[in-house]
């Protein structure tokens, strides 16, 4: 009977596909939508590329003079970020205004209680997905720098090997 060595072996290429753009009519829409909570989502997927887990962990002293305090980051908001974010919290303080929830986005079910808001929510927030919002941000930023890693890493938090999948990009043609 014949057994096929190669039957258990894997394939070594851990290539990922490099990112597309995507088509940024939600994303333009999303941002005069009137809504503030999809407005400060979108304002900061699209200006600064935060991931969704820690969209949804921000809490209300993470957001300080203008600056927005990620992990081992500060980042220093976009005029139109910070903008949206302040009528954010203009409304969540107007709407909930006895809210203990130390997290910043709140919603009608989880304002009485200590818990973040989820990214299923965040997701209808924005009627899109935020990954590909994020995604399309970080390839813009790789074709303005010229694909510098470096770069890359410090402004979106990227892995090298994760910079290099954007970097890919540039100059190839489309």
């Known amino acids: 009977m014949f057994v096929n060595p190669t039957a258990r072996m894997k394939n070594p290429s851990n290539i990922r596909k490099a990112p597309i753009a995507i088509d940024l009519a939600q994303v333009r829409a999303n941002l005069i939508d009137g809504r503030p909570a999809t407005e400060a ?61 130390p997290h910043l986005f709140i919603h009608a079910r989880n304002w009485t ?34 694909g510098e890693l470096r770069a890359l890493c410090d402004l979106f938090g990227l892995s090298i090997s994760g910079a290099a999948r954007y970097a890919s990009t540039v100059n190839q043609p489309a």
């Open 41 to 101: 989502l979108t304002a900061l997927l699209a200006f600064h590329a935060v991931r969704i887990y820690q969209l949804a962990e921000l809490k209300l002293t993470d957001v300080q003079d203008g600056r927005l305090h990620i992990d081992d980051r500060v980042i220093l908001l976009a005029e139109p970020a910070r903008d949206r974010l302040n009528a954010y919290l203009e409304y969540r303080l107007k709407t909930w205004p006895t809210s203990v929830n």
């Open 113 to 146: 209680t200590l818990r973040p808001c989820t990214n299923w929510w965040i997701r209808k927030q924005l009627g899109t997905s935020g990954d590909r919002i994020r995604q399309d941000r970080i390839l813009d930023g790789a074709h303005a720098n010229g």
